[in-house]
T-cell receptor, first 114, second 111 residues
Framework: KAGVTQTPRYLIKTRGQQVTLSCSPI?????VSWYQQTPGQGLQFLFE???????NKGNFPGRFSGRQFSNSRSEMNVSTLELGDSALYLC?????????????FGPGTRLTVL | GQQLNQSPQSMFIQEGEDVSMNCTSS?????WLWYKQDPGEGPVLLIA?????ELTSNGRLTAQFGITRKDSFLNISASIPSDVGIYFC???????????FGTGTRLKVLA
């Protein structure tokens, strides 16, 4: 079974631009979560989608948004990029319907904002 | 919000030594997960625990789900250089579907 895939792996943008990141979950997984990881902040939860609905949300500004499609693939969008948005963005998938569940991560997208 | 206290934050050990790290929470979890992350890569799942008291091994790694359901431990036996990385714990509470992550333990192995 293929793992979680993320595209692109690397991205360079300039301040003020917007960016869209893509995540394809493991087949059969309906929950997709997004995390931001910076060297000093660890894993910060952005949001979680299940069956095309945002079910959980972290404490990030409205510039960060996401969506999930009917095939469970998910996209994350960041508008009006700031230098502080430079980070590794991780996507993770799970079955999403049980409290005894296992979450698997993709390789991440490294975003650099200049 | 919920927090996971993970310790130690970092550790240097000699190759061949055993390593222990743990996570504690103020909340009860139904699932504990342990991950290892190499630089620039996504975390890789090492061990998943679903039951209080459960002890699970994966090669040289052994993890336990605490009886109180508020803590978990990861042990690495006979460490080798490729064990270098950051280890994260994560917990899942009933009904939330949102994983809470520890701050990570950075492991460095001296050959």
């Amino acid at each position: 079974k293929a793992g979680v895939t993320q595209t692109p792996r690397y991205l360079i943008k300039t301040r003020g631009q917007q960016v869209t990141l893509s995540c394809s979950p493991i087949s059969g997984h309906r929950s997709v979560s997004w995390y931001q990881q910076t060297p000093g902040q660890g894993l910060q939860f952005l949001f979680e989608y299940f069956s095309e609905t945002q079910r959980n949300k972290g404490n990030f500004p409205g510039r960060f948004s996401g969506r999930q499609f009917s095939n469970s693939r998910s996209e994350m969008n960041v508008s009006t990029l700031e230098l502080g948005d430079s980070a590794l963005y991780l996507c993770a998938s799970s079955l999403g319907h049980s409290s005894t569940d296992t979450q698997y991560f993709g390789p991440g997208t490294r975003l650099t904002v200049l | 919000g919920q927090q996971l206290n993970q310790s130690p934050q970092s550790m240097f050990i000699q190759e061949g030594e055993d390593v222990s790290m743990n996570c504690t929470s103020s909340s009860i979890f139904n699932t504990w997960l342990w991950y290892k992350q190499d630089p620039g890569e996504g975390p890789v799942l090492l061990i998943a625990l679903y039951k209080a008291g459960e002890l699970t091994s994966n090669g040289r790694l052994t993890a336990q789900f605490g009886i109180t359901r508020k803590d978990s431990f990861l042990n690495i036996s006979a460490s080798i250089p490729s064990d270098v990385g950051i280890y994260f714990c994560a917990g899942l509470t009933s009904g939330t579907y949102k994983y809470i992550f520890g701050t990570g333990t950075r492991l460095k192995v001296l050959a």
